[in-house]
């Protein structure tokens, strides 16, 4: 059962793939954790906290945040995991395209960070990391991305931006890039061409991810990084 030392991580995007592997990395750390999705399901563990809701609407941030506060006392780390990824040529992008994305990818990252920031600044310190992608980096012709570039792109520099902001202030704000990564959102019949993508010729797996946002969460030195972890996607071709 959490008592108010035990350190508290906030999750979103946590229901399957990359935010459900952080979710149970972060309770091996001994972590209570604040998971929150559309689909999210509860669960037995006393020291999880399920939280349904789109992270678009700010609403869900406010009652996330409020739930860790209530529950838990406290809150140490954000990450920023939830995403959507729509691949269209530039053109065939829908108004509905560009406000769920938008929705999803900015206002869910600007919204809980903010509302997370002074109890992190209460704690002493904290951790911010958020999940990007490596086509920020390096446009590929075969996955039109301007929406993810848009996005993305746009938490990577809010990423070194915060993390300067608040360098002397005890809160590190980082990211990870990531590849390609097998996850639910990638349908089987596509992975052949996504492995071909990555220099190494193979995609990424969710413990990859999760143990780049391990690294960083112990690392205290280490703030204002964009690590990549995408098969050398962000090298070249």
Same mark, same amino acid.
Request: aromatic share 6%; hydrophobic share 45%; charged share 15%.
């Given at each position: 059962?959490?008592?108010?030392?035990?350190?508290?991580?906030?999750?979103?995007?946590?229901?399957?793939?990359?935010?459900?592997?952080?979710?149970?990395?972060?309770? =091996?750390?001994?972590?209570?954790?604040?998971?929150?999705?559309?689909? #999210?399901?509860?669960?037995?563990?006393?020291? #999880? %906290?399920?939280?349904?809701?789109?992270?678009? $609407?700010?609403?869900?941030?406010?009652?996330?945040?409020?739930?860790? #506060?209530?529950?838990?006392?406290?809150?140490?780390?954000?990450?920023?995991?939830?995403?959507?990824?729509?691949? =269209?040529?530039?053109?065939?992008?829908?108004?509905?395209?560009?406000?769920?994305?938008?929705?999803?990818?900015?206002?869910?990252?600007?919204?809980?960070?903010?509302?997370?920031?002074?109890?992190?600044?209460?704690?002493?310190?904290?951790?911010?990391?958020?999940?990007?992608?490596? %086509?920020? $980096?390096?446009?590929?012709?075969?996955?039109?991305?301007?929406?993810?570039? %848009?996005? =993305?792109?746009? #938490?990577?520099?809010?990423?070194?931006?915060?993390?300067?902001?608040?360098?002397?202030?005890?809160?590190?704000?980082?990211?990870?890039?990531?590849?390609? +990564? =097998?996850?639910? &959102?990638?349908?089987?019949?596509?992975?052949?061409?996504?492995?071909?993508?990555?220099?190494?010729?193979? &995609?990424?797996?969710?413990?990859? +991810?999760?143990?780049?946002?391990?690294?960083?969460?112990?690392?205290?030195?280490?703030?204002?990084? +964009?690590?990549?972890?995408?098969?050398? &996607?962000?090298?070249?071709?």
């Amino acid at each position: 059962m959490s008592t108010r030392n035990q350190k508290v991580a906030i999750v979103t995007g946590a229901s399957q793939g990359i935010g459900a592997g952080v979710v149970d990395a972060y309770r =091996k750390l001994g972590y209570a954790v604040v998971a929150t999705s559309r689909t #999210i399901a509860p669960t037995d563990d006393a020291d #999880i %906290l399920t939280v349904q809701g789109d992270i678009a $609407d700010p609403a869900t941030a406010e009652r996330v945040v409020a739930a860790a #506060i209530e529950r838990f006392g406290r809150i140490d780390t954000v990450v920023n995991n939830a995403g959507v990824f729509v691949a =269209k040529p530039f053109t065939d992008y829908t108004a509905d395209d560009y406000a769920s994305v938008l929705g999803i990818n900015l206002a869910g990252f600007f919204r809980i960070t903010q509302l997370a920031v002074p109890h992190l600044l209460a704690q002493g310190g904290g951790h911010v990391v958020s999940v990007t992608t490596s %086509l920020v $980096d390096n446009a590929d012709a075969r996955v039109p991305s301007v929406l993810a570039s %848009l996005t =993305k792109g746009g #938490i990577q520099s809010a990423t070194k931006s915060l993390a300067i902001e608040y360098a002397t202030r005890g809160i590190r704000v980082n990211a990870v890039s990531p590849g390609t +990564i =097998k996850t639910p &959102m990638h349908a089987e019949e596509t992975h052949d061409f996504l492995a071909a993508l990555h220099p190494v010729g193979r &995609m990424g797996e969710v413990g990859d +991810i999760v143990d780049a946002v391990l690294f960083l969460e112990n690392a205290p030195f280490v703030t204002g990084e +964009i690590l990549h972890v995408d098969g050398g &996607m962000s090298a070249g071709h």
